[in-house]
DNA sequence: GGCTGTTGTCGTCAGCTCGACGATAAGTCG
DNA sequence: CGACTTATCGTCGAGCTGACGACAACAGCC
């Protein structure tokens, strides 16, 4: 049997929300092909590791970074996604909390945050990636306790709220959210404390609770 | 860079409803390893091939089936999945509408349907492929139109419901679930026919739709 | 034909959730 | 202290859902 040798990567699609933008990270590539451009974060699965485990690695080698959230997200194929050889990628989705611009990694000349609105011109396939990684996080927020994941460990359900408007691009209604996500039972823990900020009321504290889905969800009408 | 070579694989998770039960298709291996054990149909990727092209061509060898629906599922790579060499696969999900047994395809022995409940002890890590697939399917019955794929060209309201019936394992009331689907614009086509059947009062015909979506959701509660 | 059993389809009604919005609480800033 | 900001609680009507009654339209049997 002459199976044809692939090559096989892990791609990430890292996602989170920065001052009211959804952003994900970005390196710009060193090597051919498509040096100088930019990519989503990435490498080659090592002999004895699992695709996952390859996923977390990557994630540490190139930025360092906390994750709230990883899950694979799709495997993309196409035999000239790669001019050098043919390489199937099995993308991941990661979403974490605003953290500060992540550290140079090994592999890549830098990691940075680039808002997604707009963006496009990535090496390979990764626009696609992009958008179907943005697509899931999108769908998810709906019926599961994901959007929990972008926040700090301790949160406000304002914090929360701006998730979801920044992610769907649409404007929520505070008293029904508040209403929504404090009602549903597991899905927030209130750690009893209070925020103070420039102005407004303080708010309640919680940390996430043990519920992950989101039962009835929280749809997002077409308005 | 010496990357490690892969071999890259699509196996098939192709779920039917059958007599009330709800079946997924297996093939009998005729070589080792899990020689004369059950597994999932699928097969090497060609060098110049897509991954979805190569399910689709995997499903017509194999089975030669009229496929209703067919996504990629996810993919599965640790690193002791297979004892010959590393081996990648991307599983696929397909609905298929109720056929005769398939034809014995090339590579497997025979292929046959076999009842999802209770079923276990397949080839490689198929019975985890078979799981996420079921549980896909189960999940995705709830907010989109994916019933219809079990369905025929032609069918009645009863048909579809016995569907989600048999696919999430719980009673549905015949009149709610005809006022949900005959009420969402798009789902249902009424073609004008009606069946005539052993007893009853004869049932409306419909095709497909034009929507993909269910909006709002039809929730499997936990009663 | 009449009766029975079966299945499909239409209505009704209470309960829940949601969206829109008013009202109040509790802070900061000038 | 007043203005402003933000958090949180209530209220109300619309829409969807689940439970269920009622009727329609067939086959089969006496």
């Given at each position: 049997?002459?199976?044809?040798?692939?090559?096989?990567?892990?791609?990430?699609?890292?996602l989170?929300?920065r001052?009211?933008?959804?952003?994900v990270?970005?390196?710009?590539r060193?090597?051919?092909?498509?040096?100088?451009?930019?990519?989503?974060?990435?490498?080659?699965?090592?002999?004895?590791?699992?695709?996952?485990?390859?996923a977390?690695?990557?994630?540490?080698?190139?930025?360092?970074?906390?994750?709230?959230?990883?899950?694979?997200?799709?495997?993309?194929?196409?035999?000239?996604?790669?001019?050098?050889q043919?390489?199937?990628?099995?993308?991941h989705?990661a979403?974490?909390?605003d953290?500060?611009?992540?550290?140079?990694?090994?592999?890549?000349?830098?990691?940075?945050w680039?808002?997604?609105?707009?963006?496009?011109?990535?090496?390979?396939?990764?626009?696609?990636?992009?958008?179907?990684?943005?697509?899931?996080?999108?769908?998810?927020?709906?019926?599961?306790?994901?959007?929990?994941?972008?926040?700090?460990?301790?949160?406000?359900?304002a914090?929360?709220r701006?998730?979801?408007?920044?992610?769907?691009?649409?404007d929520?209604?505070p008293?029904?959210f508040?209403?929504?996500?404090?009602?549903?039972?597991?899905?927030?823990?209130?750690?009893?404390?209070?925020?103070?900020?420039?102005?407004?009321?303080?708010?309640q504290?919680y940390?996430?609770?043990?519920a992950?889905?989101?039962?009835?969800p929280l749809?997002?009408?077409?308005?």
């Amino acid at each position: 049997m002459a199976h044809p040798p692939f090559a096989v990567t892990v791609d990430l699609v890292v996602l989170t929300v920065r001052s009211d933008e959804l952003c994900v990270l970005l390196v710009r590539r060193g090597v051919e092909p498509f040096a100088g451009q930019d990519a989503l974060p990435g490498g080659f699965v090592r002999p004895d590791e699992d695709l996952a485990a390859a996923a977390v690695r990557e994630l540490a080698e190139e930025t360092g970074l906390t994750v709230g959230h990883l899950e694979q997200l799709a495997s993309y194929g196409a035999p000239d996604r790669d001019p050098r050889q043919r390489v199937v990628t099995v993308a991941h989705l990661a979403l974490v909390p605003d953290q500060p611009a992540p550290t140079a990694g090994t592999d890549a000349e830098a990691a940075r945050w680039a808002p997604v609105a707009g963006l496009s011109g990535l090496a390979f396939d990764h626009d696609r990636l992009l958008a179907d990684g943005v697509e899931r996080a999108r769908a998810k927020l709906e019926y599961s306790a994901l959007g929990t994941a972008f926040c700090p460990p301790s949160f406000t359900v304002a914090q929360l709220r701006r998730v979801y408007e920044v992610v769907w691009g649409r404007d929520l209604d505070p008293r029904n959210f508040h209403r929504k996500v404090t009602g549903t039972p597991g899905l927030l823990e209130p750690t009893g404390e209070t925020t103070t900020r420039d102005g407004g009321r303080p708010a309640q504290l919680y940390r996430r609770g043990s519920a992950d889905t989101l039962h009835p969800p929280l749809l997002r009408t077409d308005a």
